[in-house]
T-cell receptor, first 112, second 116 residues
């Protein structure tokens, strides 16, 4: 069956360090992979999209990699700040369809 | 632009009651969808629509109905509420045919539903 796995345990890191979050999937052939941020009590907010033929995408302090052989995406936040504390969700999208399938999310806590 | 709006923010129902969760967007998006979010389960797709008059089932459609009579509105109806439908419900919208590769989905603030 199709599965998207993200670390269910919270990731705690110190301010200024690089946070790395993992998204692994099985039995999917996604054309696109998206990352969202969700703060408590709010809806998810889109951060980045990467296509299957792209290895890496950057936006300010964010970097996403996509390895279709390993079936894995890594999401990096460099020079992390306490304001980056949130839950981060990965989502897969196949072909031309708009439907997204989400992972369960990883909670990131950045401490001073 | 208000983006995606949802009402109500909170709702408590008794088992067997029916209600409609409202969702509206002002971005002229063709694609709209409803998710539920439960602890440890992530966001699960209930129903979606690729345009007015067209709806389809997602991963967990049982107990829910939708219709799409306009581009802007996509209400979710609970026919006979059950405690298993206690959850946070999110509505989202996006372009069906991406414009300049804009596949991002825009989410509403959510409705927290409790069924007693």
């Amino acid at each position: 069956s199709q599965k998207i796995e993200q670390n269910s345990e919270a990731l705690n890191i110190q301010e200024g360090k690089t946070a790395t979050l993992t998204c692994n999937y099985t039995n999917y052939s996604p054309a696109y992979l998206q990352w969202y941020r969700q703060d408590p009590g709010r809806g998810p907010v889109f951060l980045l999209l990467i296509r299957e033929n792209e290895k890496e995408k950057r936006k300010e302090r964010l970097k996403v990699t996509f390895d279709t052989t390993l079936k894995q995406s890594l999401f990096h936040i460099t020079a992390s700040q306490p304001a980056d504390s949130a839950t981060y969700l990965c989502a897969l999208q196949t072909g031309t369809a708009s439907k997204l399938t989400f992972g369960t999310g990883t909670r990131l806590q950045v401490t001073l | 632009n208000a983006g995606v709006t949802q009402t109500p923010k909170f709702q408590v129902l008794k088992t067997g009651q029916s209600m409609t969760l409202q969702c509206a967007q002002d971005m002229n998006h063709e694609y709209m969808s409803w998710y539920r979010q439960d602890p440890g389960m992530g966001l699960r797709l209930i129903h979606y629509s690729v345009g007015a008059g067209i709806t389809d089932q997602g991963e967990v459609p049982n107990g829910y109905n939708v219709s799409r009579s306009t581009t802007e509105d996509f209400p979710l109806r609970l026919l006979s509420a059950a405690p298993s439908q206690t959850s946070v419900y999110f509505c989202a919208s996006s372009y069906s045919i991406p414009v300049a590769d804009t596949r991002a989905q825009f989410f509403g603030p959510g409705t927290r539903l409790t069924v007693l």
